[in-house]
């Protein structure tokens, strides 16, 4: 893996495909024990976690709903920490067991946001799947992914979904911020 350029931004490699695709296998059975009877909904959260989203359903032993939802927080390299809804959620939601996939949790902002929407319209569960969580950068506190891949620093990442002002989305391995 080589280091990669984004605009006026260097990134250097940080976790590698092989080791995505394992993390991703590891939520796949625990959604896959957990939510096998319940016939959950995953709502992908756009544009990240579509990499993330579509891996995950297909590794699952039950064929599962998904829906989108689109939202931004982010403007360069720091969170805004106001989630803008850019595409609303046309499905009905109500008694239906909802798990939000995310490529990053990072203030968590965006789960908090969402999880008060999808409970205020009826959601009998919500919980949230994420590639990375960034324990450290948590603004909300008490929450937590309900499962997750990896457990990284406060550092800007980029690649399998993740971008730098757009860039960078459809690298296969995720590079880190060089400072
Ligand atoms: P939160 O609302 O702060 O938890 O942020 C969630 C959203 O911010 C994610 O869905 C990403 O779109 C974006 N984000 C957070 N950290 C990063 C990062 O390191 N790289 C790229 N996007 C990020
Ligand atoms: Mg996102």
Redesign the pocket.
Known sequence: METVKLGDREFIPFICEDEIKKAIKKIACDISRQYKNSNPLFIC?L???VFFAVDLLRLLDFSADMTFIR????CD?T?T?E?KMLQPLIEPVKNRQVIIV????????????LKRLLLSQGAGSVSLA?L?Y?PD????GGISPDFYGFK?GN????GYG???NDMGRSLKDIFV?KD
């Open positions: 959260v544009k990240g976690a939202v931004a927080s982010y390299l969170s920490g989630v995310d490529d990053v949790m990072d203030s968590g902002c965006t789960y908090r946001a994420v990375l960034k950068a948590s603004k909300c990284i550092e800007f990442v980029v993740l971008d730098y911020i």
